[in-house]
């Protein structure tokens, strides 16, 4: 998995959406990590302006652990229109 | 364009305070202050309503500017003591100005800057002075069963006096930068009780007659329209973000506040915030929070500040100030600040 992805969508979720940094990790689930619906619609709407990439919540946080999430983002990057 | 003076403020909150820990247990108290900045906030007392919380803070305005009559008032307020008649000939009779022009306007949260521009289109035709004031019951059209909204919101009222600038005076108030979205008008919106519902639907109880909020929805238009109304303002006032010195915005939610911030970009710490102890007061919002940070001594004389405001409609709006030698009189704070 790409690292810088990971790292673009841990920044998002703590400096951009608030989450307090310490609990999202890598490995951490969702739940665990606080990503809570707000957190989810300032991920969307980010991935959607500044990477012209459309997803929406509900397919964002059916994911279970972070390194999932951006590896879910990364395969929808690769496979974008 | 005629000159906007701004000549007084004002805010009034209830005293009544009440805090997470009075609402919600632990869980959720941790919860809403971290992700919504909320810890408290006030609360009006039975059977007084907006008409009195906008009353009281239109009466510091008018001290702060040192003025005993204004020519027009607008009352900008999501919840009128009644759906007629509008509350602001009362706020105005209330302080002895009976028989001026006196209206409401409900633009959501963006209630106070829209008026503001109102107030302009008054000043360059029939008015010497208007008293701006943003007024909100909010607690009142919260579901308190509902956890997605009774925390949230908070009561009070802000108000401004603004005169017409003198020849060669600096305007305090600059260019404006506003628009709606009718197409999402349900993503925040009270079904029951107006023309189109007047009672709750069958088998709904009483959840229409109270705030529905579409969160994720309306958090994404919150940043995208704070953000390019704020910069649309900045730019036709010959502003790069950078020369702004204070980001004033609609205390709407923390999380909101922190994305909008980013997406801007504007440093956090220079975007004041008053919603950990007020909540957030709709239409009240930003009046309240320039009338607390000019009371504090947070705005210097020649500061440069970019208001910003979103709210249902969906509606935004923001403006420039230049902040001028301004009183500011605020419910627990006699002294006027020079």
């Known amino acids: 998995m790409n690292d810088d992805v990971l790292a673009t969508v841990i920044d998002i979720l703590t400096t951009k959406a608030g989450l307090p940094p310490g609990p999202v990790t890598p490995t951490a689930t969702l739940q665990e990590a606080g990503v809570d619906s707000m957190a989810a619609a300032v991920l969307a709407m980010i991935l959607e302006d500044d990477h012209h990439l459309v997803i929406t919540e509900t397919a964002l946080t059916a994911q279970s652990t972070v390194a999932d999430l951006a590896a879910f983002i990364e395969t929808q990057l690769a496979t974008r229109a | 364009m005629t000159g906007m003076v701004l000549a007084g403020l004002g805010c009034w909150l209830p005293p009544t305070v009440v805090a997470n820990t009075d609402l919600m247990n632990t869980e959720m108290d941790s919860f809403v202050r971290r992700r919504i900045g909320v810890v408290s ?4 007392s039975q059977g007084a309503a907006t008409v009195h919380l906008a009353a009281e803070a239109a ?51 963006s209630g ?85 519902q007047r009672v709750p639907a069958p088998g709904r109880g009483d959840a229409d007659l109270f705030l529905h909020l579409r969160g994720p929805e309306v958090l994404r238009n919150a940043v995208r329209r704070m953000k390019s ?53 709709a239409a009240a919002s930003v009046p309240i929070l320039l009338a607390e940070a000019a009371a504090q001594g947070l705005l210097a004389q020649g500061n440069r500040l970019l208001l910003t405001a979103f709210g249902s409609g969906l509606s935004w709006a923001a403006t420039t100030a230049l902040w001028p030698c301004v009183a500011s009189l605020t419910a627990y704070q006699k002294e006027t600040t020079p």
């Open chain 2, 41 to 44: 906030r006030h609360r009006i």
């Open chain 2, 59 to 109: 009466r510091l305005a008018m001290h702060a500017a040192a003025v005993n009559a204004v020519d027009t008032l607008i009352l900008a307020t999501t919840t009128p003591d009644r759906l007629c008649p509008a509350g602001a000939p009362e706020v105005a009779s209330r302080l002895g100005l009976t028989g001026i022009p006196a209206f409401d306007i409900n633009a959501g949260c």
């Open chain 2, 112 to 196: 106070f800057l829209y008026a503001l521009q109102l107030a302009r289109g008054l000043l360059a035709t029939s008015a010497g002075t208007v008293l701006v004031v943003g007024a909100e019951s909010a607690s009142t059209m919260v579901n308190p069963a509902d956890p997605s909204t009774a925390p949230i919101f908070g009561d009070g009222a802000g108000a401004a006096v603004v005169r017409r600038a003198e020849q060669g005076e600096d305007s305090t108030f600059g260019p404006t930068a506003w628009g709606s979205d009718g197409t999402l008008a349900d993503a925040i919106a009270i079904p029951a009780g107006g023309s189109r």
């Open chain 2, 229 to 281: 109304a704020a910069t649309e303002a900045a730019e036709a006032a010959g502003w790069t973000l950078d020369d702004v010195d204070l980001l004033i915005t609609h205390q709407a939610n923390a999380t909101i506040s922190t994305a909008l911030a980013a997406a801007l970009p504007f440093p956090r710490e220079r975007m004041p915030s008053n919603i950990h102890r007020v909540g957030n007061t």
